[in-house]
């Protein structure tokens, strides 16, 4: 099983990033995938989830209407596209493949991705 993230980097308060994660190994479409953020200091905090049958779709609070995620079943590969970026939404972002939305309910992790926002 292998979760790679991608496009992680330095952006501007207010910028935009998209992070993406090419997964291996495992039945993908079968699976909620989510993207978790681990903040300096703070808890992980699950910023989206993508449900595996249905392709329903959910959002953090602190992320609603900046953030959208979505899939290609076909490629095996999840996206998070990141905009109105605050410096807030600093971490590592995580990918992860599970049978739920929650953190605890991933089977599968990437290693992550550092976002940075900062002037």
């Known amino acids: 099983v292998q979760l790679v993230e991608s496009g992680g980097g330095l952006a501007q308060p207010g910028g935009s990033l998209i992070l993406s994660c090419a997964t291996s190994?495992?039945?993908?479409?079968?699976?909620?995938m989510t993207w978790v953020r681990q903040a300096p200091g703070k808890e992980r905090e699950v910023v989206s989830c993508i449900n595996g049958a249905d392709g329903g779709t959910r959002y953090a609070d602190s992320v609603q209407g900046r953030f959208t995620v979505s899939k290609d079943n076909a490629l095996n590969t999840v996206s998070l596209q990141m905009s109105g970026l605050k410096p807030e939404d600093t971490g590592v972002y995580y990918c992860a493949a599970g049978n739920g939305c929650a953190a605890t309910r991933a089977h599968y992790w990437g290693q992550g991705t550092q976002v940075t926002v900062s002037s």
């Open positions: 190994g495992f039945s993908f479409d079968m699976h909620h």
